[in-house]
């Protein structure tokens, strides 16, 4: 059966926040969307004049944050389900990149997540009960040249998310978090930050790299709203999992890794264990 519930989402002017916020509203949910500017909060509660509330946003603005979450609390209601969507991938070779660009991205995709999340824990420890989902990446578990920053940020997060679902255990507090394959949103697009070539050395690695995911944009296997309607079944479920990949491309990247780790970890197995005593 599904109930009524109030969902916070970060980030729905496009892509996974937008398609959520979408199906979210069409199962009849109260939706509370954070968007950056005045025509995408219209144009976001254009979607639902009753129950789609935007509110503006810049999740590194991590000091207006308790204010909003109480705010939108106070007007709309309690928060069930929070969806930490608001992130983008930086893309560079790590010595080509600045320290700054690495700042931002664990701003936007780490230190953002987690502010929203130490504002709304609170109500939900009193209420005993809600739902934390992160949207995480296969970035979080598999890496690839030129990405450094964006996978550490996600490795950051689903540690942080499963780190949490123990803590928050014994409050009926569930946390998700949702690592997406490659999908068709604006990730690759307009939303990307892609730091200057500088170093010659990287040219053969990186180059077809960077040309082969300009390429791919918007042709990705994955349905943002496909994605949308599985985060909406795992917040139906009385047991959600910790982690959730989503995608074809996720299940066997992720699993070719953990095979080669388990093996990596098995070859050297008498090295690791020769510390102990
Ligand atoms: P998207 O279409 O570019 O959407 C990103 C959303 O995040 C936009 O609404 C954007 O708002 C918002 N945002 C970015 N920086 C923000 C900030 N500082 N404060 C508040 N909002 C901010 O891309 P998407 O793929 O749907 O991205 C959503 C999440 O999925 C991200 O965390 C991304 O890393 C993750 N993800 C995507 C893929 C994929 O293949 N698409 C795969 C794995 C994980 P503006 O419109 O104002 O820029």
Avoid at 1 to 15: A, H, N, Q, Y
Avoid at 37 to 48: C, G, I, K, T
Avoid at 142 to 159: H, R, V, W
Avoid at 255 to 269: D, M, N, S, T, V
Wanted: proline share 4%; glycine share 10%.
């Amino acid at each position: 059966m599904t109930f009524t519930k109030t969902i916070l989402i970060t980030g729905v002017s496009s892509g996974f926040g937008r398609a959520l916020a979408q199906e979210a509203l069409a199962a009849g949910h109260r939706v509370i969307g954070t968007v950056r500017n005045r025509e995408a909060q219209q144009a976001f509660e254009a979607l639902d004049t009753s129950r789609a509330f935007g509110r503006l946003l810049d999740v590194t603005d991590v000091a207006r944050i308790d204010g909003v979450v109480a705010e939108t609390e106070a007007t709309v209601g309690p928060v069930d389900i929070l969806v930490n969507n608001a992130g983008y991938g930086h893309e560079g070779i790590m010595e080509e990149s600045s320290l700054e660009e690495m700042r931002r991205q664990f701003d936007v995709n780490v230190f953002g997540a987690v502010a929203m999340i130490k504002a709304v824990l609170p109500g939900m420890r009193q209420r005993r009960r809600g739902h934390i989902i992160n949207i995480t990446s296969m970035g979080s578990f598999i890496t690839m040249p030129g990405i450094s920053y964006y996978c550490g940020s996600k490795f950051a997060l689903e540690g942080i998310s499963e780190t949490l679902s123990k803590e928050l255990a014994p409050f009926n507090i569930h946390v998700t978090a949702v690592a997406p394959g490659s999908f068709r949103t604006d990730w690759a697009g307009r939303s990307m930050v892609r730091s200057a070539r500088s170093i010659a050395d990287y040219d053969a690695l990186f180059d077809p790299i960077r040309q082969a995911r300009q390429e791919k944009s918007g042709k990705q296997p994955g349905d943002p709203v496909k994605a949308a309607r599985a985060i909406l079944a795992i917040t139906q479920s009385e047991t959600p999992p910790t982690h959730l990949l989503l995608g074809s491309d996720a299940l066997s990247l992720v699993r070719e890794k953990l095979a080669a780790l388990g093996k990596e970890i098995e070859q050297w197995e008498k090295i690791t264990r020769s510390t102990d005593g």
